[in-house]
């Protein structure tokens, strides 16, 4: 089993200041393991990453708000993130990982809580594609709560589910640009076909995981141009996220601060950064 890098325990301060309101969509939080135990068939064991770290990680880079992403490594014992959204007193919001077993009576508890959506991991080292009658049950019964799903994908998913992802009938969040690789070029299909897919009003993507994307190192600008088109092509339904504390990478670990610069030269309109760091993200997660 694969054991994870810390997150780099020393962010730089942005150049900039944030919009005030501004969320980080897309973070997690693990363990502390002795509290909040790993999933047995997880593929990877991260370091742990509490709540208090993550408060302190949004407080030094200016984040106002969150959203904790339930992440495959606790499975879809959801604790260690309704615990995290519960103490931070209407900060975060939550999105669950679900196997199907769930009660409605669980779910309403959930959305009481502060979730807002599911995930599901479609990536070949975390396991694949997921049950796929489950996650069709799934989106049917999210649809009543208000909820979106979330969808971690490989980029060659993006080509090989676009079928199924034009007949989703909630919202629905494309991971990390969807994990495109920048080495293969704005024409690549998975990338096309993403871009078209954006057309698709109930489709979004977040325009973060540089460090996923890039074929490089810090501070990963071969990203950019990716990000650039995917914010011009649907500026209303785009979202940006930190993805601290990182789990899986490898090859070079972000400095958090460093990714908050990299945002602002990929998205230097201050209107246009109004809707990705706090417009859009209020639509999906405000209430």
Known sequence: MKSCLPPDLFPTKPVEALPVGSWDAHCHVFGPAAQFPYAEDRSYTP?????????????HLGFERGVIVQASCHGSDNRAMLDAIGRSAGRYRGVAIIDGSETDEALARMDACGVRGVRFNFVAHLGGAPDLAIFDQALERIQPLGWHVVLHLDAQDIVTYADRLARIQVPFVIDHMGRIKAQDGLDQAPFRTLLELMDNPLAWVKVCGAERVSA???PFDDAIPFAMSLIETAPERVLWGTDWPHPNISKDMPNDGGLVDLMYRFCPDPATRQ?????????LYGR
Request: avoid cysteine; glycine fraction near 4%.
């Open 275 to 283: 809707k990705l760091l706090v417009d859009n993200p209020l639509k």
């Open 216 to 218: 490089g190192r810090k």
């Open 47 to 59: 370091p742990d990453a509490a709540f208090a770290q993550l408060v302190e990680l949004h407080d």
